[in-house]
């Protein structure tokens, strides 16, 4: 069954400190996309970063990086330079091919200290 | 509109009565989804259309909940016979079609808040 877990309620980082966000996920279908998406307090969903099941590199948007380990099932998020506005909350996402469902998990709050 | 629009922003009904909840999605999207979202949790899947049709309806929690999108475009969740429980954020998103890199747009939600 399609399912996301994301085991970290909360993470702290310091300003300008590297941040990693993590994600594991449980699928049938041999392709499927995972997804990152921030939600600060505001409520907005903003699209971070997306990493399709056979692409062979690491996907990257400026300071988001996706650190993908297929064997291992995990797609895991790292911040570089973390700033103050990067506090929110964080939630991985997968859409499997067969379904096209756009599944969540639980999500990471995330802090961002001086 | 340039996005998702959901309306009405915020809802308080008693418990017992009906409420529909109207996503527009962005113009020329074919997928719809809607999520319900409770404080502090992950967007919980209800349902998915791509174009008129429910591609996928296995997330509504009973027969209380229909979604419909008449014309493949706007859509409307109705919930029937209000619970406190359907208390939450509920997000509408679209995407322009099926692909699995195609980027969900998502809406501000709509806070039901059932008394």
């Known amino acids: 069954a399609q399912k996301i877990t994301q085991t970290q309620p909360g993470m702290f980082v310091q300003e300008k400190e590297a941040v990693t966000l993590d994600c594991t996920y449980d699928?049938?279908?041999?392709?499927?996309?995972l997804f990152w998406y921030k939600q600060p307090s505001s409520g907005e969903m903003i699209f971070l970063i997306y990493?399709?099941?056979?692409?062979?590199q690491n996907a990257t948007e400026g300071r988001y990086s996706l650190n993908f380990q297929k064997a291992r099932k995990s797609a895991n998020l790292v911040i570089s330079a973390s700033q103050l506005g990067d506090s929110a909350m964080y939630f991985c996402?997968?859409?499997?091919?067969?379904?096209?469902?756009?599944?969540f998990g639980t999500g990471t709050r995330l802090q961002v200290f001086p | 509109g340039a996005g998702v629009s959901q309306t009405p922003s915020n809802k308080v009904t008693e418990k017992g009565k009906y409420v529909e909840l109207r996503c527009d999605p962005i113009?020329?999207?074919?997928?719809l989804y809607w999520y319900r979202q409770s404080l502090g949790q992950g967007p919980e899947f209800l349902i998915y259309?791509?174009?008129?049709?429910?591609?996928?309806d296995s997330g509504l929690p009973n027969d209380r909940f229909f979604a419909v999108r008449p014309e493949g475009s706007v859509s409307t969740l109705k919930i029937q016979r209000t619970e406190r429980g359907d208390s939450a954020v509920y997000l509408c998103?679209?995407?322009?079609?099926?692909?699995?890199?195609?980027?969900?747009?998502f809406g501000q939600g709509t806070r039901l808040t059932v008394v």
């Open positions: 699928t049938s279908d041999p392709s499927y996309g």
């Open positions: 990493q399709g099941s056979y692409d062979q």
């Open positions: 113009s020329g999207h074919t997928a």
């Open positions: 998103a679209s995407s322009s079609g099926r692909g699995l890199g195609t980027e969900a747009f």
């Open positions: 259309f791509q174009g008129t049709g429910a591609a996928d």
């Open positions: 996402a997968m859409r499997e091919f067969n379904t096209d469902k756009l599944i």
